[in-house]
Nanobody
Framework: QVQLVESGGRSVQAGGSLRLSCAAS????????MGWFRQAPGKEREAVAA????????YYADSVKGRFTISLDNAKNTLYLQMNSLKPEDTAMYYC?????????????????WGQGTQVTVSS
């Protein structure tokens, strides 16, 4: 089992920045791929970004490319999402997820472990 706890969400003005954190504990070797997803009210959960342990490549949704940066501190078992130039459409509950396999980074159903989420609200 892997436990994931997100933090860092809050209300911010458009154009502002936030950094989300996701602390992983337990059998973290099962967190080979870690990602961020988000879900706005009335909308489906969507993939935001993902990263693989021991792999420099990162993956992003088109809607956040150039504004968001995902990173992983292996020593601290903590995943981050730096969000810059925030827009009202970024408002959502943000979830951290992890899985022991490679697969398709954006496929939510392939992720085994999920956090409880942290709310990000961007006002215009």
């Amino acid at each position: 089992q892997v436990q994931l706890v997100e933090s860092g969400g809050r209300s911010v003005q458009a154009g502002g920045s936030l950094r989300l954190s996701c602390a992983a504990s337990g059998n973290t070797y099962n967190a080979y791929c870690m990602g961020w997803f988000r879900q706005a009210p009335g909308k489906e959960r969507e993939a935001v970004a993902a990263i693989y342990r021991n792999n420099p490549n990162t993956y992003y949704a088109d809607s956040v490319k150039g504004r968001f940066t995902i990173s992983l501190d292996n020593a601290k078992n903590t995943l981050y999402l730096q969000m810059n130039s925030l827009k009202p459409e970024d408002t959502a509950m943000y979830y951290c997820a992890a899985r022991p396999t490679a697969g398709t980074w954006s496929a939510a159903h392939e992720y085994t472990y999920w956090g409880q989420g942290t709310q990000v609200t961007v006002s215009s």
